[in-house]
């Protein structure tokens, strides 16, 4: 069984910085892609930022040139650095892991941007 945990969520003013983690443990097979998505309450869940298996990557339009998705593949762990947040950008942030068959979800970490 494959387990998603993220961290570094927070609190933070508009116009500061973040820094999400997300670690992977269990058996992973080939992964296609690694992604960061959110949730406001009363919204869907909407994609933020995408990294393929072969490093590619792109980004929702709203958070392009601020956001930035890295992976470190030997700690099985990606992450979304976050520069520049609006207190738009306040949702619950999950990292998704897809494995071609199928995915995982993490459990979600609370960003809050607010003065």
């Known amino acids: 069984q494959v387990q998603l945990v993220e961290s570094g969520g927070g609190l933070v003013q508009p116009g500061g910085s973040l820094r999400l983690s997300c670690v992977a443990s269990?058996?992973?097979?080939?992964?296609?892609?690694l992604a960061w998505y959110r949730q406001c309450p009363g919204n869907e869940r909407e994609s933020v930022a995408i990294?393929?298996?072969?490093?590619?990557?792109s980004y929702a339009d709203s958070v392009k040139g601020r956001f930035t998705i890295s992976r470190d593949s030997t700690k099985n762990t990606v992450y979304l650095q976050m520069n520049s947040l609006k207190p738009e950008d306040t949702a619950v942030y999950y990292c998704?892991?897809?494995?071609?068959?199928?995915?995982?979800w993490g459990q979600g970490t609370q960003v809050t941007v607010s003065s």
């Open positions: 269990g058996s992973i097979a080939r992964i296609t892609f």
């Open positions: 990294i393929t298996g072969s490093g590619t990557t």
């Open positions: 998704y892991l897809s494995v071609g068959s199928g995915g995982y």
